[in-house]
């Protein structure tokens, strides 16, 4: 099976621009998560999407959203860069169980 | 919410000794502990989890033993490998698929 899939791998924004990720899940899987890393805070939950409903949801502000398909491909967006913004942004996939396999990320730099 | 603290930051140890990297969390709640591998420019494998029924897990040179009692858990790695070099994370989660993550241990395995 292919691994979890994320589009584009690299992005450099401005600050007060948006951004829109792309992460297909591996085949069969129904639950997408995502997860901000970054040097001084780590790894951090952002969302949890299963059938195309959020289920679960981290401390980040409404810049931060996300959305699911039907296909259980996801986005997430974010609204109004900024330079704290710049992180590795990461999708995982999973079954409706617990266990998450990530992809390979997206490495964003706001400017 | 859930805190979870991991110790040491750095790791190095000699080819062929053992690794032991050793993570505690808050909350009581929590039953499923992953533990994940993170090389430079790649998102997080999985290389094994444990849940809270279960007290020890091992696969090859790969250990894991959970003590809900102190609510801490372990990774042993025998017979350590250059290729063992990378940053390792624990996790530990209440379910919905929010994973809370530890601050990672660098390894570094001298030949």
């Known amino acids: 099976k292919a691994g979890v899939t994320q589009t584009p791998r690299y992005l450099i924004k401005t600050r007060g621009q948006q951004v829109t990720l792309s992460c297909s899940p591996i085949?069969?899987?129904?639950?997408v998560s995502w997860y901000q890393q970054t040097p001084g805070q780590g790894l951090q939950f952002l969302f949890e999407?299963?059938?195309?409903?959020?289920?679960n949801k981290g401390n980040f502000p409404g810049r931060f959203s996300g959305r699911q398909f039907s296909n259980s491909r996801s986005e997430m967006n974010v609204s109004t860069l900024e330079l704290g913004d710049s992180a590795l942004y990461l999708c995982?996939?999973?079954?409706?169980?617990?266990?998450?396999?990530f992809g390979p990320g997206t490495r964003l730099l706001v400017l | 919410g859930e805190n979870v603290e991991q110790h040491p930051s750095t790791l190095s140890v000699q080819e062929g000794d053992s690794a032991v990297i050793k993570c505690t969390y808050s909350?009581?709640?929590?039953?499923?502990f992953p533990w994940y591998k993170q090389e430079l420019g790649k998102g997080p494998q999985l290389i094994i989890d444990?849940?809270?029924?279960?007290g020890e897990k091992k696969d090859q040179r790969i250990a894991v033993t959970l003590n809900k009692t102190a609510k801490h858990f372990s990774l042993h790695i025998t017979e350590t490998q250059p290729e063992d070099s990378a940053v390792y994370f624990c996790a530990a989660s209440t379910g919905f698929q929010k994973l809370v993550f530890g601050t990672g241990t660098r390894l570094l395995v001298s030949p």
């Open positions: 085949s069969g899987h129904r639950s």
């Open positions: 995982a996939s999973s079954t409706s169980g617990e266990t998450q396999y």
């Open positions: 444990i849940r809270s029924n279960v």
């Open positions: 909350d009581s709640a929590s039953n499923y």
């Open positions: 999407y299963f059938s195309e409903t959020q289920r």
